[in-house]
């Protein structure tokens, strides 16, 4: 049996945020492939933390900056890497090297961060995202894709950045959206209709930047009018680690409600009659609206919020530009219930075409087989992905040893 290890940046919290769910995917789907895995992290756990012991997961707890990593690895010898997120590939990516130097390493990058960070700036700013491209974000995560082997890109829109903006080569980069089972239509027919629904929803953790700014941009910019327009209808809010700043937001004489985590986000969701999400920034793809289309929910969102899951044309709701044609479209979907089921319709669709399980499964399996059987030929390719290894290898050995040594306690007397 194949051993894998997963290096994460978080234990993964499927009920907290997409990442997690996102994780969560990938460790069923190599469940299914028969590996072995390990699930390693420096972080600690919370009470979101899903149950990996459960599935037959070891669970590992590891140090940054520790020679305990490497006789760890040294026994584990896994045959497959996984880094969650680039940081995870600085911290660790050298110390496989060294200790598995035959191991595929995998770079899930969950979205891209500089990406996320330079369309935050632009949007502080007021200036073009371009302009925030190359930044030292940038160079981090672009050096840690090419040092791998190869890098689960979650959005098309990402894909076409990377190989045409940086001229990523293609053969390490890999289209992995997220693996979603197929709606039946019994699912379907059994989900709340128009009328059993009331109510507008968003939702999304509240540590995640895009997700903050959109709840204040709802509370001060959408909701005041939306509330004259549609006067009985409740704005509710949920997410995980709700922090005083935005329980402060709480104002049920508004009807505007901070409700917090939500044990089953998909039990919110399908009883909610539409989804509000006013994201002015942020990249890969949003959980929140995927899950609107599984739960039937349409929505109203931003050009931010369908990038790389669909067209202004067939989407599971509406696409505003501006605050009034949000505010417009949001009570044409709350009162309407023929565009209501139009749109819902369109959900459906997007989500099982876009989405499918069996399909990713399959081309990402095949991948990874071709992988395991030429990488030494895959690498030979990769020249540029070589020499950042040597680089990194030289500096942050060093560094890494440094402070390792630094943290030695002193020899008791």
């Not at 009018?225 to 329980?247: E, F, H, N, P, T």
């Amino acid at each position: 049996m194949p051993k894998l290890l997963i290096i994460g940046y978080v234990w993964p919290e499927p009920t907290s945020s997409a990442a997690g769910s996102r994780m969560m995917q990938l460790i069923r789907f190599f469940i299914s492939e028969n590996y072995q895995v390990t699930f390693a992290t420096t972080a600690k756990k919370s009470k979101n933390t899903a149950d990996l012991i459960s599935l037959g997961i070891q669970e590992k707890a590891i140090e940054l900056n520790s020679g305990s990593f490497d006789i760890f690895i040294r026994e584990l010898k896994p045959n497959l890497v996984v880094f969650d997120r680039f940081m995870m590939e600085e911290q660790f990516g050298w110390r496989i090297d060294n200790f598995c130097p035959d191991a595929v390493k995998i770079l899930d990058t969950e979205d891209l961060h500089f990406l996320r960070k330079a369309r935050q700036e632009a949007f502080k700013t007021n200036s073009k995202e371009k302009d925030h491209y190359h930044s030292e974000l940038a160079k981090r995560e672009i050096a840690a894709i090419y040092r791998c082997d190869l890098s689960l890109i979650i959005s098309e829109p990402e894909m076409e950045l990377l190989y045409q903006e940086f001229g990523v080569p293609k053969l390490i980069l890999f289209y992995l959206p997220f693996m979603l089972k197929h709606l039946s239509e019994n699912q379907i027919r059994e989900l709340p209709n128009f009328e059993a629904r009331q109510d507008f929803i968003s939702i999304g953790n509240f540590l995640h930047e895009p997700n903050w700014n959109a709840v204040l941009h709802l509370k001060n910019k959408i909701w005041p009018d939306l509330r004259k327009r549609l006067s009985q209808a409740k704005m509710c809010i949920y997410g995980a680690y709700s922090s005083q700043k935005v329980l402060q937001l709480h104002k049920p004489e508004e009807n505007f409600f901070i409700e917090g985590h939500a044990e089953s986000s998909k039990e919110v969701l399908q009883n909610a009659r539409v989804l509000l999400a006013p994201l002015q920034f942020g990249a890969g793809l949003k959980g929140k609206l995927v899950e609107a289309m599984e739960t039937g929910t349409p929505s109203v969102t931003t050009k931010i919020g369908i990038e790389g899951i669909s067209t202004q044309q067939n989407w599971n709701g509406f696409i505003a530009k501006k605050d009034s044609e949000f505010i417009e479209k949001s009570v044409e979907l709350y009162t309407s219930e023929k565009t209501w089921q139009e749109k819902q319709k369109n959900g459906f669709e997007i989500y099982n075409e876009k989405f499918d399980l069996k399909l990713h499964a399959e081309r990402f399996s095949d991948k990874l087989k071709a992988l395991h059987s030429d990488l030494v030929s895959h690498r030979r390719s990769n020249f540029t992905g070589a020499m950042l290894q040597y680089h990194l290898h030289k500096s942050t050995y060093y560094l890494s040893r440094y402070i390792e040594e630094k943290n030695k306690k002193p020899p008791t007397t």
